[in-house]
């Protein structure tokens, strides 16, 4: 199952102009899509979902599977360091 990745940037954090660049393909390229499109499906429980509308009363969570390859990063989002996560 192959399928053109998509990306769908944070207007606050990137310029609709800027490219995507090496640096943010370390964290999700076009292989990374494939695997987790293939993957995914395959969790117990999985089923699609219609796709929902959000609104101002919405909340998202928002997984990442990167870890703290950028660690100033990683703590502006966690609120703490990848060792203080796991201890």
Do not use: K
């Given at each position: 199952m192959t399928r053109e990745a998509r990306v769908i940037r944070n207007r606050a954090a990137a310029p609709a102009q800027e490219p995507y660049g090496a640096l943010r393909a370390q964290v999700l390229n076009q292989s990374g899509f494939d695997a987790a499109l293939a993957e995914v499906p395959s969790w117990p429980g999985y089923a699609r979902k219609p796709v929902a509308l959000l609104d101002g009363g919405s909340r998202v969570?928002?997984?990442?599977?990167?870890?703290?390859?950028?660690?100033?990063?990683y703590r502006e989002v966690v609120g703490c360091n990848a060792q203080e996560v796991l201890s």
């Open positions: 969570l928002l997984l990442g599977s990167e870890g703290d390859t950028d660690p100033q990063i």
